[in-house]
């Protein structure tokens, strides 16, 4: 029967019983689920003579959010739920409003979108216990646990888990268990409660076995792995991460195959069997080559690298360093246009919303609109150039920015600078102190640059902990002392953080060119860069010079102290 034949109540009968059909092939058949969506889309946007079936639009594109989510696209996925979540609100459909809520704080905590992920995950929070509905409050205290664990928060984390947990038994929900119990086992494990976090992991284990949920299963093993590994316990952690590797081959699930192999690797290292380690990375990158996940592909040359160092193949342990530095800025910037890209489009949704009401407003709530709206955009341009964390430039701007300044200098043969900054055993204050604390520490480091730099200088992020200066109209005798200002004003003012004051040190490169020579910037930079290399190895903490010696063209430009490494918080 041809829609047009249909009947509004015939047509959101369809529609519904197209939603049902799809949301059960979900796992089994995705492809077909997609196509079921689709038509399920189609239709209900087909009422004769009525509005369009907006609970049923709303499923639709509930139904898609997920299974973009199965597929690990939560950008788009979360663009459909964002549609959902808007027609839910609008039908008044509460319970459904709250799990597309907390479906979307999921998608941006993996997304790495944290303030925005808390902000929807404790609306949900709030409607399921305003419907006194606990398991679906449950589901979101599992959430908010994985939030807490990205944000290196293990003990606000545990809370969460906790609760969510007692609700779970409540309520008898093995599945929920299970995810509950693997969650408190990493929120353990970042706690050093190792046996507390093996209990957890092998009780997570036992109820996925239970339920033959094997992704589950095999997702557990590797946390009790990981727990031994903590421990020091090098033949359990052994033990479990080859269960994990049987597993995961027998039912063809390549990224925790892969991660498992790694995490051999890294305990074979420590126990100095390098060659089975550097056998279990290979295949690692060999199953990573066929999936190209360029996270665990950057984390596997850090191994290698490390592995590498232990031998004493500090060649090919610097190649393999590189190639993790590369791989990782380049996802740290690929990661942030999503993010980006994800913020601008759910702005486009607000302000759409927004627009449906304008007509309603009186006019001085329509100043007001107009006036939120433009704040908005400018806030949104601000994003599109500026680091989130820092302030400062980020890389991508930075690089518009200098391509301008290097014209310039071509064009009126004016001499230009740059800078590659470089924090100093910065890898120790997030292993020992957290990652948090490592964000001050940024954050401290760029705002010294901002106020030891002119207004006409360009400071950015290159991503991780690296800052970089371009000093327009500047010689490098002139620049050599911005950075011997900048680094001894880093020495006098250490960060001040949640764990005390923390002196770090930073290592810079310097290089400079004029008129026609400023035109290749980049070459520019990779000369600085070649400085910033030569301070690292000339022991941190001071600055180098390109362009001094026919051999290696460095100049010493500042002496460290006899100490460069991160100084201990002072409490």
């Given at each position: 029967m041809e829609s047009s034949r249909l009947?509004?109540?015939?047509?959101?009968?369809?529609?519904?019983?197209?939603?049902?059909?799809?949301?059960?092939?979900?796992?089994?058949?995705?492809?077909?689920?997609?196509?079921?969506?689709?038509?399920?889309?189609?239709?209900?946007?087909?009422?004769?003579?009525?509005?369009?079936?907006?609970?049923?639009?709303?499923?639709?594109?509930?139904?898609?959010?997920?299974?973009?989510?199965?597929?690990?696209?939560?950008?788009?996925?979360?663009?459909?739920?964002?549609?959902?979540?808007?027609?839910?609100?609008?039908?008044?459909?509460?319970?459904?409003?709250?799990?597309?809520?907390?479906?979307?704080?999921?998608?941006?905590?993996?997304?790495?979108?944290?303030?925005?992920?808390?902000?929807?995950?404790?609306?949900?929070?709030?409607?399921?216990?305003n419907l006194q509905i606990p398991e679906q409050e449950a589901e979101v205290l599992n959430n908010l646990g994985l939030l807490h664990l990205f944000l290196d928060d293990p003990l606000k984390a545990r809370k969460a888990l906790t609760a969510g947990l007692a609700i779970a038994q409540h309520t008898h929900n093995r599945r929920l268990q299970a995810e509950l119990f693997n969650r408190l086992s990493n929120a353990a494990c970042a706690l050093k409660?190792?046996?507390r976090a093996i209990e957890f992991g092998l009780r997570s284990v036992e109820i996925y076995q239970r339920m033959q949920n094997h992704k589950g299963e095999i997702e557990a093993l590797n946390s009790v792995g990981d727990a031994y590994l903590a421990r020091n316990d090098c033949g359990q952690a052994l033990a479990f991460f080859q269960l994990v590797i049987g597993a995961a081959e027998r039912f063809d699930m390549p990224a925790e195959l892969a991660r498992a192999l790694r995490k051999t690797a890294e305990t074979n290292c420590i126990l100095k069997q390098c060659d089975n380690a550097i056998e279990s990375i290979q295949r690692a990158m060999e199953v990573l080559a066929k999936t190209g996940d360029q996270k665990q592909i950057y984390m596997c040359h850090e191994t290698l690298a490390r592995i590498y160092k232990h031998r004493g193949e500090y060649q090919k342990s610097l190649e393999h360093f590189e190639h993790f530095y590369q791989i990782k800025d380049s996802l740290f910037n690929e990661e942030t246009d999503i993010r980006l890209?994800?913020?601008?489009?759910?702005?486009?949704?607000?302000?759409?919303?927004?627009?449906?009401?304008?007509?309603?407003?009186?006019?001085?709530?329509?100043?007001?609109?107009?006036?939120e709206r433009k704040k908005a955009e400018v806030a949104l341009q601000a994003m599109a150039v500026a680091d989130p964390l820092t302030g400062l430039y980020n890389r991508r701007h930075f690089f518009t920015l200098a391509g301008q300044e290097a014209e310039r200098s071509v064009r009126y043969s004016h001499s230009l600078s740059v800078i590659i900054i470089d924090l100093d055993n910065f890898k120790q204050v997030n292993d020992t102190l957290g990652h948090l604390v490592g964000d001050h520490v940024l954050i401290t480091i760029a705002n010294h640059i901002r106020d030891e730099i002119r207004k006409i200088d360009i400071a950015g992020r290159f991503g991780g902990d690296e800052f970089v200066i371009l000093l327009p109209e500047t010689e490098t005798t002139q620049a050599i002392g911005v950075t011997s200002r900048l680094r001894e004003r880093i020495l006098r003012q250490p960060a001040e953080t949640e764990r005390g004051r923390l002196l770090v040190t930073v290592s810079m490169g310097l290089a400079g060119a004029q008129g026609e020579r400023c035109k290749n910037i980049e070459a520019?930079?990779?000369?600085?860069?070649?400085?910033?290399?030569?301070?690292?190895?000339?022991?941190?903490?001071?600055?180098?010079?390109?362009?001094?010696?026919?051999?290696?063209?460095?100049?010493?430009?500042?002496?460290p102290p006899p100490e460069s490494t991160p100084s201990p918080p002072e409490t």
């Open positions: 009947t509004p109540e015939e047509i959101r009968q369809r529609v519904d019983r197209l939603n049902r059909m799809a949301e059960s092939l979900l796992n089994s058949d995705p492809e077909r689920s997609y196509e079921l969506c689709k038509q399920a889309l189609n239709l209900a946007g087909q009422l004769n003579g009525g509005q369009p079936h907006r609970f049923g639009l709303a499923s639709s594109h509930y139904l898609l959010g997920r299974l973009s989510a199965n597929n690990g696209d939560y950008h788009q996925s979360t663009l459909f739920y964002l549609q959902a979540q808007t027609l839910f609100e609008e039908t008044g459909s509460q319970l459904e409003n709250g799990r597309t809520l907390n479906a979307i704080g999921l998608n941006y905590s993996l997304l790495g979108a944290y303030p925005e992920s808390l902000q929807h995950l404790l609306k949900a929070q709030s409607i399921f216990r409660d190792y046996t890209k994800t913020l601008e489009i759910v702005h486009q949704l607000e302000t759409a919303k927004k627009d449906s009401e304008l007509y309603r407003l009186k006019n001085v709530d329509l100043q007001k609109e107009i006036e520019v930079l990779d000369r600085a860069d070649q400085a910033l290399y030569h301070a690292k190895q000339s022991g941190r903490n001071q600055v180098s010079v390109f362009g001094a010696t026919a051999d290696l063209p460095l100049l010493k430009a500042a002496t």
